[in-house]
């Protein structure tokens, strides 16, 4: 037992190629096939980034179109930079000066001769003067027409169109906002709860909820600057919020031959401030009498506005299944991947094959609904703060699972990538599918396991959670789902006492292999005749700061390891430099991931979550009770940022008095406005920063006497 | 005698049972045979086998815990392997008569320290370990004596001496005796030096004089919060400089970690320190006679790191971390950094390449842009030196836009200083490897690890720019008045700005790829394992002190 063996190790395969492992991931699910004689497209320029271009080149790939890419200064080294045929620069790392202009793309239009563009979502996937401009050039926009983007671009519009369309729409007000009081006025006409964001926007970006008439006000401060900041237009919206409401979409695809179709529904009921994060097809909630009535309304309203290619009409469905209109994004949407799970349909090739003016091969008839697909939204976000905070940083490790059966990734990165501050921090869509909703969720369990994401905070501990908790599972969810389940905030998985064991367990096995190598010197003449390591090894696990006192052997095949009389075996064929471990524990298989190991202190990724757990031999834990625990150096009255961003403004000046929960500034990142408040009451003693300039993750921004 | 020795191997295990005393008696008949003498000096033994044990006794015991230390045999305890530890000098007493020390009362046997031996994951290793709670583990000639005797022992078998300090200073009773106790320590340190590692961890007070000793070994290790290093305390230094200062402001962990550079590394408690100086001790060879110790890694040697292709930033303004690049390239991610605190524009600690032990020395672009100041300097010097004296290869990683200008480096002797850094990688005859993975230039450059101070194997990443200075100030200089200085810089980075310059003759050997990098170094280590290089015989060199 003293030397140390060479073990068998299970190896993931590190190095595939990314470029391969895009092309190859997600062929397989599509029924949709290409026909090479069928006129089409020489040359497409994909006026996008991240995941969606990757993912739009994809298709174009396969059918045998050449792609032009553009990146900004940050996107030099980017995937789809990589991935196209040719990739122009299109200007500095702000959005605004490359991704967003136009001038500069319709040049690169002319250089490189795309003769369409593809637009993704977000960026200018919903600007009616892009498509104008396109359309003067002669450049095909692979999207819907410009009169239809302006039609639902606009909020109040759009709802007066789907009225006039028969569609059902939300009970309220529809209206221009001038100021705070009126915002007031209009939300007590309707009652609270109130919904208000801005005219413009897309998504759940600047929509904030109103309980009453102070956060009414609140609500239009934010939003409006939000609003001027992101779209340049301050227009607000405020309408009757529904309670208890489930956020279901219907997928539309129309050509411009008079055909239109709806590919079933998308259920995103899971949210935190208004956006996505896991979504699923179909949606468990729906019969097929709701489900085809709200898809002939999302078809009527296509119709209704000549709508043509890919769009979606997202619906709010409350607890009677009594469905409203809520907008209709023009624009192939984020979570489109689960629809073509399990319909089969192609949505980029079919976009495409509309856009060159071709008719839609499918009937109504032939749109299937394939077992079932669940997506999460990877994002680079700390979600312990607020169910998620952005963070950037360098992808030091990054593996994704695809090498499982049923699972598609969709992203735009890889190891070494930079997630940059200038754009969404999404790292990926991780997909999976199945027969039926148990075996998507699974195997969506299993991915996010292998998953393996280093270098930046991510929220898959949150993913991970909501897959397996049972509300979410028997499908009784909303969009409230997340803040009804965690009202103070997510807190990691709770171990139960098991899963405690078996997280020591493996530290403790991870100890151990340490340990008996320490010892195994290859060139070392001076040691000793007889055994140098004990035949079982008497240490403390500490798991959430609760002591577990342990003996570990290693056997020929496997390790023992006993907890409070209860013995574990676990499997040693897995290497401590992996970054994922197929553990089985005592005959059950448990997926751990080593995310550090820096002296006694291991750190494991478990069903999500990562344990810091200390494994120390136990004479130094019984000597640690003989001294007094250190005092812990508290620090308060300290407001730091919780994310990099710039400061957009600080309310509070040096002497000031400020009470708790008062708020001293606004961080702005990704879009995003966060107002920051102090944590006690009491005087500013110093602002360490100015409007307007940049501060990082936990810069102390300002501290309290 | 045999018998003597067996016993306190038995014993040294620091049993507190004392039922197992007396089992080991009835193992031995020769002292339990009736004769009356024997029996009495066995009791003796006994008893003072006991004494040593407790050393000032429980309630200086209790009183040591409640300050957050161990006591001196706890801490060896858990420094050494279980049951390896062997003691010498259990009995060995002060002689004082003067000041009452003579009284009974006041004779502790091992006179506030313990030495002996005892093997780490394995490894044979010479230790002493001052007990504070025997006369405030104050230095007598006896105590001084002991230290000797394990160190003598160390060189001669060229096993590395640990020595864990925890004492209030000299046996003032004992006066000029306690001096030379310390100046014999002070000669043998100098003596072992570049013969066995030799490493201190500061555990408590280590005041005056005393402090001398861990400043000549090769590492100074720090227990935060409950030691402090100063020639003179607070109190002298109140009535000679009117300063008011605290115990931890002038000598504390923290105080020598950041500010004066005398310590390497400060742990959060005894139990961290001495656990992570088992792991430290794992990179070291025993002495300079042994190869630095390879082990077993699950690393694969011909890992990619694909991660490093684009680390590096386009616009050399930029900056990135330079501890990124250490960490993707050795096995697993296991990096002990040198000062970590301190002079932070130079990266310095041991890391394994393929299970080998290295040293690692990189400019870090995040602090200062990397540049070379005279901490930094130092700091590397020191360690380059300890590399080459125990036969550990050198991987230098150069991001160095030059040395620091300004009156304040120069009128402290930047030029003094710089000068030990390339002083010691012009003398380091270990293998050296260098890998410049962007900014090269001026005489930075030609010290780190440059081709032309007989470094083995130099590499450019593409992103390398080895040139005498940066495009502007060249430009400034060589097109001086000329209207397009813009122009005449983008030349310049065309020409200069690139790894080519120095490729073409033979400076660097190869243009590689950041992600062929570990692959590379780690076939070069095998192949340089068996470098032999000798210089001509000199009583020692003159290093620009």
């Known amino acids: 037992m003293a030397s140390y063996r060479f073990n068998l190790v299970k190896r993931v395969p590190q190095f595939s190629s990314s470029l391969y492992r895009i092309a190859r991931r997600c062929c397989s699910i599509y029924t949709t096939p290409v026909d090479t004689n069928e006129p089409t497209f020489d040359k497409i320029l994909i006026a996008n980034r991240g995941e969606i271009a990757c993912r739009v080149m994809q298709t174009c790939k396969r059918m045998g179109i050449k792609t032009v890419a553009i990146f900004s200064e940050a996107d030099r080294h980017a995937l789809h930079a990589q991935m196209a045929d040719e990739a122009m620069y299109v200007g500095p790392a702000p959005s605004n000066q490359s991704y967003l202009v136009m001038d500069r793309i319709m040049d690169i239009i002319r250089k490189t001769g795309a003769q369409a563009v593809h637009p993704g979502y977000g960026f200018l996937s919903e600007n009616k003067e892009f ?32 009225k006039d369309a028969k569609v059902n729409v939300i009970p309220g007000f529809d209206g221009v906002v001038k100021d705070a009081d009126e915002a007031v006025q209009i939300a007590n006409d309707i009652g609270y709860p109130v919904m208000i964001k801005a005219s413009a926007g897309g998504g759940g970006k600047g929509m904030r909820i109103a309980w009453n008439d102070q956060e009414a006000r609140d609500g239009f401060r934010l939003s409006s600057q939000e609003a001027a900041s992101s779209f340049g237009d301050d227009r607000l919206l405020i309408e009757k919020f529904i309670d208890n409401p489930r956020h279901i979409e219907m997928q539309v695809l129309a050509d411009s031959h008079g055909n239109a179709l709806y590919l079933n529904e998308r259920e995103c009921s899971i949210q935190r401030r208004n956006q996505k994060v896991v979504e699923e097809a179909p949606s468990i909630f729906l019969d097929p009498d709701t489900r085809r009535a709200m898809g002939e309304q999302a078809v009527a309203l296509a119709r209704a506005v000549d709508y043509t290619s890919a769009g979606t009409v997202e619906f709010l469905v409350d607890s009677q299944k009594n469905f409203y209109f809520l907008e209709m994004n023009t624009r192939l949407q984020v979570e489109h991947p689960i629809t073509e799970c399990i319909t089969g349909v192609d949505i980029v090739q079919q976009m495409i094959r ?18 079932w697909a669940v997506e999460c939204r990877v994002y680079a976000e700390d979600p312990y703060k607020s169910f998620g905070l952005p963070s950037i940083g360098w992808l030091s490790r990054y593996q994704e699972p695809t090498h499982l059966p049923k699972v598609r990734c969709d992203s735009g990165i890889q190891e070494g990538s930079e997630i940059s501050m200038y754009y969404d921090p999404m790292i990926s869509k991780l997909v999976t599918y199945g027969d039926n909703r148990e075996e998507a969720l699974q195997n969506m369990c299993r991915a996010l396991d292998n998953y393996v994401i280093r270098g930046v905070t991510h929220n898959i501990p949150l993913l991970q959670e909501i897959i397996a908790h049972p509300r979410f599972v028997s499908g009784d969810i909303n969009t409230k789902f997340l803040y009804e389940e965690y009202p103070d905030g997510f807190q990691g998985r709770q171990l139960s006492d098991t899963e405690q064991k078996e997280v020591a367990a493996m530290a403790a096995c991870i100890y151990l292999r340490d340990q008996v190598r320490a010892g195994a010197f290859k060139n070392e003449n001076r040691m000793p005749l007889q055994p140098v390591n004990p035949a079982a090894w008497d240490i403390t696990a500490i798991v959430q700061g609760q002591e577990m006192p342990a003996t570990v052997t290693e056997n020929k095949d496997n390790f023992t390891v006993t907890i409070d009389g209860q013995t574990l075996t676990v499997n040693n064929d897995w290497s401590i430099a992996a970054a994922v471990l197929d553990a089985t524990i005592n005959g059950q298989q448990n997926t751990f991931q080593c995310i550090s190991r820096k002296g006694d202190e ?14 120390l031999p136990k004479k130094a834990t019984d000597y640690s009770h003989l001294m007094p625990e250190k005092p812990k150096v508290e620090a308060s009255g300290e407001v730091r940022s919780p994310m990099a961003g710039s400061l957009v403004s600080i309310s509070v000046q040096p002497g000031q008095d400020v009470a708790i929960g008062q708020e001293v500034c606004v961080i702005e990142a990704m879009k995003m406005q966060n107002s920051l408040t102090a944590d006690r009451s009491g005087k500013v003693k110093a602002v360490h920063f100015e409007t307007g300039t940049n501060v990082s993750e936990d810069d102390l921004i300002l501290e309290l006497e | ?31 339990c045979s009736g004769d009356v003498m024997s029996a009495s000096v066995h009791d003796r033994i006994e008893e003072k086998r006991r004494a040593a044990l407790l050393g000032g006794g429980q309630r200086r015991i209790d009183a040591q815990h409640k300050k957050g230390k161990l006591t001196a045999r706890e801490r060896v305890d858990l420094l050494v392997d279980p049951g390896t530890f062997v003691e010498y000098d259990m009995f060995a007493e002060h002689r004082c008569s003067d000041f009452g020390m003579e009284k009974d009362e006041n004779k502790f046997p091992g006179d506030g320290v313990v030495t002996g ?26 105590h001084a004596g002991k230290i000797c005797k394990i160190m003598d022992q160390a060189m001669l078998t060229g096993v590395p001496v640990i020595g864990l300090n925890d004492s209030g200073g000299a046996r003032i009773q004992e006066g000029v005796e306690s001096l030379a106790g310390y100046a014999d320590i002070f000669q043998r340190n100098v003596e072992a030096s570049g013969m066995v590692p030799q490493i201190s961890l500061i555990m408590g007070p280590c005041a005056g004089g005393a402090v001398y000793s861990p400043a000549l070994t090769d590492f100074t290790f720090m227990v935060k919060d409950t030691s402090y290093l100063f020639i003179t305390g607070p109190d002298v230094v109140k009535s000679v ?33 001495l656990l992570r100086l088992r792991e430290f001790y794992n990179f070291l060879p025993l002495s300079n006679r042994d190869p630095a110790p390879i082990r077993p890694t699950e690393d694969p040697a011909d890992r990619l790191c694909p991660v490093l292709d684009h680390l590096v930033p386009l616009d050399s303004h930029k900056p990135y971390n330079m501890l990124d690049v250490i960490q993707a390239l050795i096995d697993e991610e296991d990096f002990f950094e040198i000062m970590p605190k301190y002079a932070k524009n130079i990266v310095v600690g041991f890391a394994r390449m393929n299970g080998r032990t290295v040293g690692i020395v990189g400019n870090q672009p995040k602090v200062a842009s990397g540049c070379l100041d005279i901490n930094a300097s130092v700091k590397g010097a020191r360690f380059v030196r300890f590399c080459d004296a125990f036969n550990i290869p050198l991987i230098t990683f150069v991001d160095v836009p030059g040395f620091l200008p300004g009156t304040s480096q120069e009128f402290n002797g930047i030029i003094r200083h710089g000068a030990k850094l390339l002083y010691a990688y012009s003398e380091a005859t270990v293998p050296k490897i260098t890998v410049i993975t962007r900014k090269a230039y001026g005489g930075a450059y030609d010290v780190m690890a440059s081709k032309h101070v007989k470094a083995d194997i130099n590499y450019a990443w593409p992103t390398a720019e080895v040139a005498v200075m940066g495009a502007k100030g060249a430009v400034s200089i060589i097109f001086r008045g000329d209207q397009d200085q813009a122009k005449k810089e983008a030349e310049y980075v ?3 700005a690139n790894p080519f310059p120095a490729a073409i003759r033979g400076f660097v050997d190869d243009i590689l790829e950041p992600r062929m990098t570990r692959q590379r170094i780690c076939r070069d280590l095998d192949l340089l394992s068996t470098k032999k290089e000798s210089r001509p015989w000199k009583k020692h060199a003159n290093l620009p002190l």
Do not use: W
């Open chain 1, 131 to 162: 498509a104008k401009k396109l359309a003067d050039e002669g450049v095909a926009f692979i999207g819907p027409p410009s009169g239809a983007i302006q039609a639902m671009g606009d909020k109040i519009e759009s709802k007066l169109l789907a």
């Open chain 1, 354 to 371: 509309v856009a060159k003016g071709h008719e839609l091969t499918m009937k109504q008839s032939d749109i299937p609904i394939r077992g």
């Open chain 1, 602 to 615: 291991i750190k494991l990724q478990y069903k999500g979550t990562v344990f810091k757990v200390e494994v």
């Open chain 2, 1 to 31: 005698m045999a018998a003597l020795v067996k016993y306190s191997r038995a014993l040294v295990t620091f049993s507190k049972n004392p039922a197992s005393l007396s089992l080991l008696r009835a193992g031995c008949p020769r002292f």
């Open chain 2, 117 to 142: 031996h005892g093997r780490i994951h394995g490894r044979p290793v010479y230790l002493f370990s001052q007990d504070f709670t025997v006369f405030g583990g104050s230095l007598s000639s006896v």
């Open chain 2, 241 to 273: 400089t009117r300063e008011e200062v605290t115990q931890e402001e002038l000598g504390g962990a923290k105080t020598h970690t950041t500010l004066s550079g005398v310590a390497h590394r400060a742990f959060e408690n005894d139990i961290d320190a």
């Open chain 2, 494 to 496: 065309e020409k200069f």
